[in-house]
């Protein structure tokens, strides 16, 4: 049986703040024909909103904590203003968008992260996701925008990396569709060179990866999104690609491990 092509989109929260990229990568989501979904990260209006709130942002090793208080305005904000906005965006290029998120229709369910070694607050680790209902709205037409907030079916919201949600919807609708995934951020792709644009590698393979992350020519928010890329392709994703926002169809091709006879 032939799947049916679905794009999987995740935005990255610089893009989101930025409104020329924004509007960029709206129109060229847009133009993606067939079903889509996207899904967007926070960027920092959180912690401009939280301040003004007089709530403090903690941070561990350069990482969010999400407090109780902190819990609230990413609800409010990426739950609220930063998903309504791309909604209401994509509404006016004639896209069918719903905005939700993991509790909605019970989508995604993750259980809060153990406070041991680094107790990071209300963040959440994907456990489950809906492939019935988000298949029933990709079947009505609908075009699903999802927010970093995910729950634990127990009442408490909790923020998960856009990353991460990204590939686990990926790797959960591979079985029902022959899925692109494809992860938007600030730079063209995984470069050999972080500060040259043009030293772009245009396919990575978990050996090449690893190799990079010893010489630290790969770092920072580029490991774990990798380590989401290679979980995805490795598990039914039909293709992973890291790019920017404005060349969808360039950037990185995330390499499949080679099969093995053991
Ligand atoms: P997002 O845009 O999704 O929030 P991140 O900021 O988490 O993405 O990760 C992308 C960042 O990773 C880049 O902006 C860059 O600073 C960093 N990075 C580290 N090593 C590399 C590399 N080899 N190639 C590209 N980016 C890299």
Same mark, same amino acid.
């Given at each position: ?11 990255? /929260? ?26 967007? /990260? ?28 902190? @819990? ?8 609220? @203003?930063?998903? *309504? ?13 719903? /905005? ?45 925008? @999802? ?5 634990? *079916? ?37 470069? *050999? ?27 920072? /928010? ?41």
């Amino acid at each position: 049986m032939i799947k049916e092509k679905l794009n999987i989109i995740k935005v990255g /929260g610089a893009i989101v703040e930025d409104e020329t990229s924004l509007e960029g990568l709206l129109m060229s989501f847009s133009s993606l024909k067939g079903k889509k979904i996207l899904v967007h /990260g926070g960027g920092k209006i959180a912690t401009q909103v939280a301040s003004k709130l007089g709530i403090e942002t903690q941070m561990i090793d350069g990482r969010r904590i999400t407090s109780a208080p902190m @819990l609230k305005v990413v609800t409010m904000v990426y739950g609220g @203003l930063v998903n *309504k906005d791309i909604v209401a965006r994509l509404q006016a290029l004639g896209e069918n968008a719903i /905005g939700l998120t993991g509790a909605d229709m019970n989508l995604i369910m993750s259980v809060k992260r153990p406070v041991d070694p680094v107790n990071f607050g209300y963040v959440g680790d994907v456990k489950f996701v809906n492939v019935r209902s988000l298949k029933s709205l990709l079947e009505a037409g609908a075009v699903p925008v @999802l927010a970093p907030l995910t729950h634990d *079916k127990e009442g408490t919201m909790l923020n998960t990396n856009a990353d991460t949600i990204a590939s686990s919807v990926a790797k959960a609708l591979s079985g029902e569709y022959s899925v692109t995934l494809t992860f938007c951020s600030s730079t063209p792709g995984v470069l *050999k060179d972080v500060n040259d644009p043009t030293t772009l590698v245009s396919k990575i393979s978990k050996a090449d990866f690893r190799a990079m992350v010893s010489d630290g020519s790969i770092s920072e /928010g580029m490991i774990p999104k990798l380590q989401n890329a290679f979980e995805a392709i490795n598990a039914g994703v039909s293709k992973v690609v890291i790019t920017s926002a404005g060349n969808l169809e360039g950037g990185t091709t995330i390499l499949a491990d080679p099969e093995t006879d053991d």
